[in-house]
């Protein structure tokens, strides 16, 4: 059983960065697509970046050339590094992972995920 623990929201100013980070332990990460979503309240979870096993990278719009996306496939760990943080930034954001290793913007598609962090722009 893949688990999925996310780390390194909190409070930030408008203008401000945060990195965040998904350890994955019980299956073999290096072959995983992984990607990051976040849910406002009363919104529905929404797509945000995603990685697939070779380091091939996907955006949404309102993030894209402010976060950023990565793996270490030695620390089964994929980050998002965000900058220029907006208040319309501010959710809870998932970890998410998908065995088939490509690139998904659709959250049905992946098959674990984790229990989310916090993340909250002060304007």
């Known amino acids: 059983q893949v688990q999925l623990v996310e780390s390194g929201g909190g409070l930030v100013q408008a203008g401000g960065s945060l990195r965040l980070s998904c350890v994955a332990s019980g299956g073999t990460f290096s072959t995983y697509a992984m990607g990051w979503f976040r849910q406002a309240p009363g919104k529905e979870r929404e797509f945000v970046a995603a990685i697939n096993w070779s380091g091939d990278t996907y955006y949404a719009d309102s993030v894209k050339n402010r976060f950023t996306i990565s793996r270490d496939d030695r620390k089964n760990t994929v980050y998002l590094q965000m900058n220029s943080l907006k208040p319309e930034d501010t959710a809870v954001y998932y970890c998410?992972?998908?065995?088939?290793?490509?690139?998904?913007?659709?959250?049905?598609?992946?098959?674990?995920w984790g229990q989310g962090t916090q993340v909250t722009v002060s304007s």
């Open positions: 998410a992972g998908r065995t088939t290793g490509m690139v998904e913007t659709t959250k049905t598609k992946y098959d674990y």
